[in-house]
């Protein structure tokens, strides 16, 4: 939801420029619209199909937002006893709470099983034990799955794969059936479905497929042993277009593929987390200086690589745009930060005009693990949020402060 009306690049109806006048810059802006369109994809894919749409939301857990998906039927895909907090806190329905993650404290489980979530996707033998004997203890039954690492390797950056033999997440493939035959045995857990996830930021539906293809073996072999799956669980990971002219599939294209491999009467969850906010959330940044060194052009922004890290860390791509039409000659340039890490960038060699210094800049689509991921590094106070909906620019989290800072110390 960004465009030109004549020479300023809007958000919804919202020129940026007035967003960075009102609250200043750096600033994350978030599409409402755009995030409702992105569920509401979903919603229609899954249709009458039974099960959720579970938000990820690691992603984005700003309550606003959170409170935004779940008035519109999300579901919550949490890794943490933080992130079920949040989710209550912004009224999600506890029975579409789902919980991963492959370290979860004894903490936690109790929090998560005090606030009735829907189910525990458990990725180990000893969390199965650690979750029975807690139950036990509170006298309650746990619902579970668990997440059966695949082992399909989908061609994304890997730090993000997940689903490839040798990392840390889920059940081994050839312990699954295993591990629902103990759990079948516990007394305080009650078997719901089959979960898993292979990775983020995936643009074609072969790996998915292969990985729904393989899970199906495993429940055709649970069933057999007179364990009944209801719940497919198939997680997140569905690409966005960060570079124009990337081929991105849509949910119902990724349904339309996976539905058919299972019987007819399972239900679904998927976990999309990129997907839903990625494209509706970006970041506005200044120039602050500009200058030419050893043969090269930078411009030096109030953005760090705390407040956006992904380009550092998964060597990210994010376009980079500025916000007023202009007729200044194009130069290869990079936009960097003022902390003092040479990886501390927003991009490299961009052709990008030659913007007056105090000129904005817009990072785009960084809704999904940009705010989530910043840190207060270099004791940068965090940044603040807005959320545009159609001509209304509204702040749903305000700009960290130096008191911030010292918060907790002691
Ligand atoms: N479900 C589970 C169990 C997950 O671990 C994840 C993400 C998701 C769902 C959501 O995946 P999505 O739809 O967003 O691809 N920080 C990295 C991405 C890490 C993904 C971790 N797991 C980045 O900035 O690219």
Redesign the pocket.
């Known amino acids: 939801m960004l465009r030109f009306k004549k020479n300023d690049l809007c958000i919804e109806q919202v020129k940026l420029s007035d967003i960075a006048k009102q609250y200043g810059t750096s600033a994350y802006i978030y599409s409402k619209n755009q995030i409702i369109k992105n569920f509401e994809a979903y919603k229609k894919a899954l249709g009458s199909k039974g099960g959720f749409i579970c938000f ?1 939301c ?2 984005n857990s700003n309550g606003a937002i959170l409170k935004l998906l779940a008035g519109i039927g999300a579901g919550a ?1 949490t ?1 943490s006893g933080g992130e079920i907090y949040r989710c209550l806190k912004a009224g999600f329905n506890p029975s579409k709470i789902v919980y ?1 993650g492959v370290g979860k404290t004894s903490e936690e489980i109790e929090y998560a099983l005090k606030s009735k979530i829907f189910m525990f996707n458990i990725e180990s033998f000893e969390e199965l034990d650690a979750i029975d004997n807690i139950a036990g203890k509170m006298k309650v039954k746990a619902k579970i799955s668990f997440r059966i690492n695949p082992y399909v390797n989908p061609d994304t950056h890997s730090y ?1 794969v ?1 689903g490839r033999k040798g990392t840390k997440f889920g059940i081994p493939y050839e312990d699954a059936v295993k591990a629902y035959l103990t759990a079948k045995k516990k007394k305080n857990v009650a078997i719901v479905g089959i979960h898993s ?1 292979i990775g ?2 995936i643009l074609n539906i072969a790996p998915f497929k292969l990985a729904a293809q393989k899970i199906k073996k495993i429940v055709d072999a649970v069933e057999k042993n007179g364990i009944k799956l209801e719940y497919i669980n198939c ?4 690409g966005i277009e960060y570079e124009e002219g990337q081929k991105v599939p849509d949910p119902s294209q990724l349904m339309l593929e996976l539905f058919p491999v299972f019987d007819k009467d399972k239900k679904f969850i998927f ?5 839903i906010i990625g494209n509706a959330g970006h970041m506005l940044i200044k120039i602050l200086y500009r200058k030419i060194s050893g043969g090269k052009s930078f411009l030096i922004t109030d953005a760090g690589m705390n407040d956006l890290i ?1 380009p550092t860390l ?1 060597e ?1 791509y994010h376009e980079i745009m500025p916000i007023k039409k202009t007729n200044a000659k194009k130069v290869k340039t990079n936009v960097v930060g003022p902390i003092c890490e040479s990886g501390d960038f927003m991009g490299k060699d961009r052709m990008l005009p030659m913007i007056e210094q105090g000129g904005h800049l817009l990072v785009t689509c960084t809704g ?2 940009g705010a989530a ?1 910043s840190s207060e590094y270099n004791s940068r106070p965090l940044l603040p949020e807005v959320l545009v909906d159609g001509n209304k620019a509204v702040l749903i989290r305000k700009r960290a402060s130096y008191k911030d800072l010292l918060l907790n110390e002691i």
């Open positions: 990820a690691k992603t895909d890794t991963a993000i997940t996830h983020s930021q997680g997140g990971g569905l976990e999309p987390g990129r997907s992904r998964y990210a999904a693990y991921m």
